[in-house]
Nanobody
Framework: VQLQASGGGTVQAGGSLRLSCKASGRLSNHALGWFRQAPGQDREFVAG????????RYADSVQGRFSISSVKALNTVYLQMNRLTPEDTADYYC?????????????????????WGQGTQVTVSS
């Protein structure tokens, strides 16, 4: 699986951005996730989706503001980010791993992912 993230940019606080992650390869029985890493900080889980069943999981810090979704026909996962704050400034990465069937939630924040795309930078100005 190869992943290509895009859609980052600079936005004012309170604004929105949508990140895209285009995948190549078969994604059935995979989970896809978004992670972020701010300067000087560890990488952290943001959101995940079970590709087959569509179930989702979010970090507490983005719950209610961010939404992860997928379009199977495009082999693409999106991260819609609303009500952005300066604390959301980071490099955002998409990732994938082989996972359970469609009836399961995607992996939790501490589960390592296998495939990684390059980062896309998000900067939120105050």
């Amino acid at each position: 699986v190869q992943l290509q993230a895009s859609g980052g940019g600079t936005v004012q606080a309170g604004g929105s951005l949508r990140l895209s992650c285009k995948a190549s390869g078969r994604l059935s029985n995979h989970a896809l996730g978004w992670f972020r890493q701010a300067p000087g900080q560890d990488r952290e889980f943001v959101a995940g989706i079970n590709w087959t069943g569509g179930r989702t999981r979010y970090a507490d810090s983005v719950q209610g503001r961010f939404s992860i979704s997928s379009v199977k026909a495009l082999n693409t996962v999106y991260l819609q980010m609303n009500r952005l704050t300066p604390e959301d400034t980071a490099d955002y990465y998409c990732a994938a791993k082989f996972w359970k069937g469609g009836g399961y939630d995607p992996p939790g924040p501490s589960v390592p992912y296998t495939y990684w795309g390059q980062g896309t930078q998000v900067t939120v100005s105050s």
